[in-house]
């Protein structure tokens, strides 16, 4: 049988980034701006790397192309997943995301964007935007053109623990005091409609106006896809999201719990606690993926997790 693939993050230093995964994860991340930490990622723009076992030191995008095996033998050209976790000390703009079908033709045949976020941390007083409150087309272009931005966004106050699915077509944006678990299709396509007038080396970063009022969904309001808790002898878990694209789930372990991988493979973000997963000692800020043919693992100890899987 297959070993537990565990993974060491690609970050990236950006102008809205902080220091928060040091301390809550003991990341060894480059500079106090380290706004994202691409934990599981075949993505040419940071790929992840393996950090143990026979393909240690292994990006995983070469993993995905010379072994398919593990992963089920998938037909995807590209693995079709990406984790994040993003640090944001200042709001990020406002933006979205195309659907496959935009980004295909206008994008060199990039997959779209639909995520969703799991809230690992806010500060007191943190917010999100999720949707916007135009009612047609032409109403969202001309709050967007007048700069209507107090109108026309949909702001919602958060705490740890939330969760939100970010459809392609959503209009959103990550505030300061954030700390956020993204689970994502494998694309890094993103149309910035807003950035609070911020300049980067002496210059407005670009705006994407034309593709963002094609794309972003009219009339946009959050969707809740959250189902009920599940409780389990030593263990809860709830189902987050599940679509065409991903399935994600939430594990809350106080003892221990056995969890299947029918799936071509399975992804597991630990978001809080330590513990063991057969034997290997696992910690929050520890990322690894089940290999097709893993049929199911056994996770001890006090641990919040995430798993995702297609």
Known sequence: MSELIFLEPHFKEVLWGGNKMREAYGYDIPGDDTGEAWVVSTHPAGPSVVKEGPYKGMKLDALYEEHRELFGNLQ??????????????????????????????????????????????AEPGADIVVGHHAKTRDEMAEMIDEGRWDEFLNVMPIK??????????????????????????????????????????????ELHLKQSKDVITVPQQPEKTEGPVQAHEGYTEQELVE????????????????????????????????????????????????????EKILIRGDLEIITSHI
């Open 160 to 205: 740890k623990g939330d969760f939100f699915y970010i459809p392609a077509g959503t209009l959103h944006a990550i505030r300061k005091g954030t700390l956020i678990l993204e689970t994502q299709q494998n694309s890094d396509v993103t149309y910035r409609v807003y950035d609070y007038g911020r300049l980067q080396n002496g210059k407005p970063r």
């Open 76 to 121: 995807d050209e590209k693995f079709p997943l990406l984790i994040k976790i993003i640090d944001a000390k200042d709001d990020l703009s406002i933006q979205v995301h195309p659907d496959d079908a935009y980004a295909s033709e206008h994008e060199n045949g990039a997959l779209g964007k639909t995520e969703c976020w799991y809230i690992l941390d």
């Open 243 to 294: 679509n065409r694209l991903f399935t994600v789930e939430k594990y809350i372990i106080d003892g221990e719990a056995e969890i299947e991988n029918p799936h071509p493979f399975l992804i597991v973000d630990v978001i809080g606690g330590e513990g063991d997963v057969d034997g290997h000692p696992i910690k929050a800020g520890d990322h690894f993926i089940v290999p097709s043919g893993y």
